[in-house]
């Protein structure tokens, strides 16, 4: 989370930010070779922000004496000069004072398009790796490589200036924003690889990042139908894990360890969400179904019907096989497992879902239920081979081992 902040900062000096990247790392690359050897300091974010600027102080430096670039540098300043002055200009920005949300609006500029703004704002805001990405994207992962180096050579080229855009054009930026703030949500609060299932950083990135475009944007209904949605979300996280880290799905939680400040934080955004817009949106819609979890006591309280036809309402505004896997979740839960059944067999033959390790997840537990011991054993084995979250897959090794031991 570091390494954005620094990319942000770095970004306003070089106005470049392919170059303000390489420079981040630079600065990481050298604190991992200091700091065994001299010990981690006071403050190691200052250290490494410190570290950064002098990079690129030096580099701009180099750039001047090669003529390059020189006319994204003011001749009249000296380069600490114009560093300062950079850090005065953001401080009296009208909107907001935010380098990391200037940077989101930079990566999710209309000269790119949409699958290019998503991924160079993961990459550069969420830290998340081309892999990471690619998972959340549905996605090669040598696509998302191509789409990445190719929108920093547009931005560098159209020489992108590093501010808000103005009123007229912002809401028509919102919608890409919006879903990069989502998908970095999604990445903290469910990991797609690594040891960990949390990512609570990211979570907590993006709650306040949502929290301050909300401030950015009041009169934006989707704004404040996403803010509801991740508040909601993220009451869960102290309760979905176990002590020793294995993840608890949400029927199984102790919902007595739900944040309920989060809650009602979440619930209050989606009524301003409501009332801001007679027909629900995106974020509004995945809102209230959060909502509907949120206000059951118990798992046997929760208005599964209410939630399958929520679903069936987002399915017809955002087609999507994911939206229609999750409603047969829900239709499972409210009609039964062979109903649910009937729906996720359909979506067996969707190439977006042919690696999604949740479709077969989906069906193990239903073919569980139902009583097909075997057939829900071999769905949890592939769903285990196709995540590369460690700690989902053991929760789903340990579902398949449970099958046998119930025959």
């Excluded at 300062?84 to 909107?95: I, V």
């Excluded at 040891?195 to 475009?213: I, K, M």
């Excluded at 071999?378 to 700690?391: P, S, V, Y």
């Amino acid at each position: 989370m570091e390494s954005a902040k620094i990319i942000a900062g770095l970004t306003r000096l070089v106005r470049d930010v392919g170059l303000a990247e390489e420079l981040a790392q630079d600065a990481l690359l050298a604190a991992l070779e200091q700091w065994p050897r001299e010990g981690l300091p006071d403050n190691p974010a200052a250290w490494l922000m410190a570290a950064a600027k002098h990079r690129g102080i030096d580099r701009l430096r180099q750039l001047r004496m090669q003529d390059e670039k020189h006319q994204l540098l003011a001749p009249e300043l000296d380069l600490q000069q114009q560093l300062e002055a950079a850090d005065r200009a953001a401080a009296l920005d009208e909107f907001i004072e935010d380098d990391l949300l200037r940077l989101i609006f930079i990566a999710c500029h209309p000269l790119l398009g949409t699958e290019a703004r998503l991924a160079l704002t993961l990459r550069l805001l969420g830290g998340l790796s081309t892999e990471e990405i690619a998972r959340a994207f549905l996605v090669p992962e040598a696509t998302v490589a191509q789409r990445i180096v190719r929108a920093k050579k547009t931005l560098a080229e159209a020489r992108v200036p590093f501010e808000l855009p103005p009123p007229t054009e912002l809401a028509g930026r919102l919608a890409s924003v919006l879903e990069v703030i989502y998908l970095v949500f999604n990445e903290g609060y469910a990991a797609t690889s690594g040891e960990h299932w949390l990512r609570p950083a990211l979570c907590e990135e993006a709650l306040r990042l949502g929290r301050v475009l909300a401030a950015l944007a009041p009169l934006e209904p989707e704004v404040h139908g996403l803010v509801a949605l991740m508040e909601i979300q993220a009451s869960r996280n102290a309760a979905r894990l176990a002590a020793d880290g294995r993840p608890i799905l949400l029927l199984e939680q102790d919902r007595r360890r739900w944040d309920r400040l989060l809650i009602q934080r979440g619930l209050q955004a989606l009524e301003r969400a409501q009332t801001l817009s007679a027909e629900p949106g995106n974020y509004q819609l995945q809102a209230a179904i959060a909502a509907c979890h949120a206000r059951a006591a118990r798992a046997e309280d929760t208005d599964w019907p209410r939630i399958a036809a929520l679903y069936a309402q987002l399915a017809r505004l955002r087609p999507s096989p994911v939206v229609e896997l999750n409603r047969a979740v829900a239709v499972a839960m409210a009609a039964g497992p062979a109903a649910g059944l009937k729906l996720v067999d359909a979506l067996c033959r969707e190439p977006a879902l042919q690696r999604y390790h949740l479709l077969p997840s989906v069906r193990g537990d239903l073919l569980y239920k139902l009583g097909r011991l075997d057939e829900a054993r071999q769905e949890f084995e592939r769903a285990a081979a196709l995540t590369a979250n460690a700690r989902e897959r053991s929760l789903l090794l340990e579902r398949a081992a449970g099958c046998l031991s119930a025959v």
